[in-house]
């Protein structure tokens, strides 16, 4: 059985006051349901410091 994967484009913001220029990220996430929140999650969990703003998904 394959399990279907799922990508997102995810925004991530740095969550620090003295946060420069290059305080906002983009990343691509891959997780096993069709769920922004859990894309964000995700990314978040990777990018610790940053908080997920938002998350769209790549349709294949």
Not at 8 to 14: A, P
Not at 24 to 53: C, F, H, M, W
């Amino acid at each position: 059985m394959t399990i279907r994967q799922y990508r997102f484009n995810v925004s991530l913001q740095r969550q620090h006051p003295s946060a420069g220029p290059n305080a906002t990220l983009r990343v691509i996430v891959t997780v096993p349901v069709n769920s922004d929140q859990t894309a964000k999650l995700t990314a978040e969990s990777q990018y610790r410091g940053y908080r997920a703003t938002g998350a769209t998904r790549i349709l294949d």
